[in-house]
């Protein structure tokens, strides 16, 4: 079972100023099955990115993923007011593993 | 529109059973695999187990592995979750979700989640 690790646990950044989450696969990721999701309190996880790159359909291209093989990232151009929240990376493979969260929070 | 929702959670003691259902609408149930994922309270997301489309292929988080089974009956659209053995680390809530289609996807659509709580 792929074990994934996010850093940091906390970014406090302001609006408009850029966002690099991280996310380490303890195996290599095959197929570039790495997803990432955004949840805010008290609602469902929404998709953000799928195959490390791909934006899911309605996401603002201020979101974007890269990565390959056992090391990925969440870039976030320049954060709009509703982006602060916990972003989680997940393997989509055959087990469907999340890793720990990164909260976006206010600076 | 798509739709999930979850039943059937509740407070259990430790050590026994609780049945949980997801009744799905607004898309063909059969042609996408499911899963069920866990959050406990203040908590991140645990992916539970997840189910082919025909139910055949299934697979398990190492956590639950022997003490929970997944299953699904499309003819009424309805996921499960049977838990047994239940154990304090179990409480969350617990939602299910749907792949994109095809192999290998990630979840499109998620239920609001049926809360379980193991405590004596």
């Known amino acids: 079972e792929i074990v994934l690790t996010q850093s940091p646990g906390t970014l406090s950044l302001s609006p408009g100023e850029r966002a690099t989450l991280s996310c380490w696969a303890s195996?290599?990721?095959?197929?570039?099955?790495l997803a990432w999701y955004q949840q805010k309190p008290g609602q469902a996880p929404r998709l953000l990115i799928y195959?490390?790159?791909t934006r899911a359909t309605g996401i603002p291209d201020r979101f974007s993923g890269s990565g390959s093989g056992t090391d990925f990232t969440l870039t976030i151009t320049r954060l709009e007011p509703e982006d602060f929240a916990v972003y989680y990376c997940?393997?989509?493979?055959?087990?469907?593993?999340f890793g720990q969260g990164t909260k976006v929070e206010i600076k | 529109e798509v739709q999930l929702l979850e039943s059937g959670g509740d407070l259990v003691q430790p050590g026994g059973s609780l049945r949980l259902s997801c009744a799905a609408s607004?898309?063909?149930?059969?042609?996408?695999?499911m899963s069920w994922v866990r959050q406990a309270p203040g908590k991140g997301l645990e992916w539970v187990s997840l189910i082919g489309g025909g139910g055949d292929d299934t697979y398990y988080a190492d956590s639950v592995k022997g003490r929970f089974t997944i299953s699904r009956d499309n003819s009424k659209n309805t996921l499960h979750l049977q838990m047994d053995s239940l154990r304090a680390e179990d409480t969350a809530v617990y939602s299910c979700?749907?792949?994109?289609?095809?192999?290998?996807?990630?979840?499109?659509?998620w239920g609001r989640g049926t809360l379980v709580t193991v405590s004596s």
């Open positions: 979700a749907r792949d994109m289609r095809g192999y290998d996807q990630p979840f499109d659509y």
């Open positions: 997940q393997h989509h493979g055959i087990s469907r593993t």
């Open positions: 195996q290599s990721v095959t197929g570039g099955y």
């Open positions: 607004g898309f063909t149930f059969s042609n996408y695999a």
């Open positions: 195959g490390a790159s």
